[in-house]
Every structure is written in structure tokens, then in C-alpha cells.
């Protein structure tokens, strides 16, 4: 069976999640993460996908490193643009 890729949308909500509180930092790291190696696998080349979702996977499967942690306000607009149709 095929596996779905992630959506913007689907990205969006994970963010507004963990904002809200409800899904821990591991959690969405480990979420990105998940998602961008199954974009990788289906597409050959995550690079070939849409290059915001890829860019906004590739920051939050780092999220639980304070190095590379994107402040609240950056991931509230992804979350906000993400949410376009």
C-alpha cells in the first residue's frame, strides 16, 4: 500500500499542536523526522518536493535541539502559510 505523503495542512497542525501544548517537543521532532525520510523514499530526492514543506520538516526534526530551534513566532507564520489554500 502507498503511503500518503504529508500535507501542508497536516504540517500546520502538528505545529499549532505543539504550541498549544499538546504534543511534547520529542514528539514533533520525531513526527518530522519520520515525515521527511517517507517523502524522501517516495519521491528519490525530498529536494525535488515542494522546498517549503521539505525546509519546514528538515528545521522541525531538529526541534529538540535548542541550537537549531526556531523561535515561536517563525513557526506561528509557517503554520499560518501552511494553512493557505
Avoid: C, N
Avoid at 518536493?49 to 522541525?60: C, F, I, T, Y
Amino acid at each position: 500500500m502507498k503511503q500518503q505523503l504529508v500535507t501542508r495542512a497536516e504540517v500546520a497542525a502538528q505545529i499549532r499542536a505543539w504550541l498549544a501544548g499538546t504534543i511534547d517537543t520529542v514528539t514533533l521532532a520525531g513526527w518530522a523526522f519520520d515525515q521527511f525520510y517517507a517523502l524522501e523514499l517516495a519521491v528519490g530526492d525530498a529536494e525535488t518536493a515542494d522546498p517549503e514543506l521539505v525546509a519546514a520538516l528538515d528545521s522541525l526534526l531538529f526541534l529538540d535541539q535548542a541550537a537549531w530551534q526556531p523561535s515561536h513566532e517563525e513557526l506561528r507564520a509557517l503554520a499560518a502559510r501552511f494553512e493557505q489554500p
